[in-house]
């Protein structure tokens, strides 16, 4: 079955601990992202690829890291310096949209970091 | 900077009660919709989307919205709900050219049915 899976569901850090959330796609979907979702404020994004070797910031990158040596992976590391780490984080994918429309996100299950 | 504000963020109702969830966008140009769901302990999935064309646009489950390009808005209706539409429910919109596919949600609706 195609999809996005990540891992692990659920860990726990310790301050100043930096940790690396993995997400792998078999969707052969070009782009790739993160987003943070806390309750009451929904989907914030992170970072996002849109092609190998290449990435880019999005609303919240303070903290975060990413890297995108292969179509299929997208690993997000949590740094100490991210202020207040713990919540859901979800990666999704997407097929390179055609010109003039944007495309459906599909969405891993999540992974949910605890800062101790 | 373009935003997305959902109405409400706690909703419950009885099962066969009908249901619209409302969505507010802030930006002017071309947009594309959507309107994702989050079931208890599942991923997140599309429910549906709007590109162009009808502005009433059907999903799954039963589920339509309607886009009114004056009012900004794309609200989530449904005739009747069931008990496992219970879920978090999220807007989305990215701009229709060049924006890529950088989603921009809402903070989401939770939906709870009661049978």
């Known amino acids: 079955d195609g999809g996005i899976t990540q891992s692990p569901k659920y860990l726990f850090r310790k301050e100043g601990q930096n940790v690396t959330l993995s997400c792998e796609q078999n969707l052969n979907h070009d782009a790739m992202y993160w987003y943070r979702q806390d309750p009451g404020q929904g989907l914030r994004l992170i970072y996002y690829s849109q092609i190998v070797n290449d990435f880019q910031k999005g609303d919240i990158a303070e903290g975060y890291s990413v890297s995108r040596e292969k179509k299929e992976s997208f690993p997000l590391t949590v740094t100490s310096a991210q202020k207040n780490p713990t919540a859901f984080y979800l990666c999704a994918s997407s097929m390179a949209p055609s010109a003039g429309r944007g495309g459906e996100l599909f969405f891993g299950e999540g992974s949910r970091l605890t800062v101790l | 900077a373009q935003s997305v504000s959902q109405h409400n963020h706690h909703v419950i109702l009885s099962e066969a009660a009908s249901l619209e969830l409302g969505c507010n966008y802030s930006y002017g140009g071309t947009v594309n919709l959507f309107w994702y769901v989050q079931y208890p302990g599942q991923h997140l999935q599309l429910l549906l989307k709007?590109?162009?064309?009808?502005?009433l646009v059907k999903g799954i489950k039963g589920f339509e919205a309607e886009f009114i390009k004056s009012k900004f808005s794309f609200n989530l209706r449904k005739p009747s709900v069931q008990w496992s539409d219970t879920a978090e429910y999220f807007c989305?919109?990215?701009?229709?050219?060049?924006?890529?596919?950088?989603?921009?949600f809402g903070a989401g609706t939770r939906l709870a049915v009661h049978p």
């Open positions: 709007y590109f162009s064309g009808d502005p």
């Open positions: 989305a919109v990215n701009r229709g050219a060049g924006g890529y596919n950088k989603l921009i």
